[in-house]
């Protein structure tokens, strides 16, 4: 084999070792961060009942809010994009129904809003609670409020998943992955 051959093949396997050690690297530190688990205190905002709260919450969620554009015009969860390489991301079902929050106690809401924190202390995936963390108690109460009278949806929506397309993007700040 003539020398040169050798050496672009020497060069090819370097690029190839190259891009396997930085997909590595942006695995390990993109899992790290989703799988981080965060812990905030309880919080004592219950949903509020009187009709005064429920209409600000209604206006809260459509037009302040507008969680119907990821969450379903129905509230009951939408999947908006299923690519392996970028991601797999889903609304979750807001309403009472199968598959929605139902068994979410104010509490629970309260973490996710505010803090972009699911049920099991890790980071919503594209939930952008941080536009969300600055609703009053008052605010939030109405809000949760409003949810709890949607009418309820059955529905189960696909856990998410994050391809290397998107971990990329988070890393490189041009994807908003985690709240
Ligand atoms: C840009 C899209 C987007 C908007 C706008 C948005 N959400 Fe979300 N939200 C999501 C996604 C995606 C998830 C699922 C995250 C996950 O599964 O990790 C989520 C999860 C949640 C959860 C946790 C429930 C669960 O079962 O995981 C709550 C509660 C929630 N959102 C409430 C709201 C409310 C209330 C609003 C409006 C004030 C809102 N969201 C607006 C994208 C959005």
Known sequence: MPQWL???GRAIAALVLLVVIVVAAVYAITTRHIRQTYEFPQSAVRAAADSVSLARG????????KCQ????ADMGGELWVDEPA???LAGS?????RGGIGDWTDADLERALRHGVGADRRPLIFMPSEAFAPLTDGDLAALLGYLRTLPPVDRDLPEPKVGPVARALYLKGSFPLLP
């Open 86 to 88: 970028f991601a797999r």
């Open 6 to 8: 050798r050496w672009i």
């Open 58 to 65: 209604r206006h809260l969620v459509e037009a302040i809010g």
């Open 93 to 97: 079902n807001l309403t009472g129904g």
């Open 69 to 72: 554009q990821c969450h379903g």
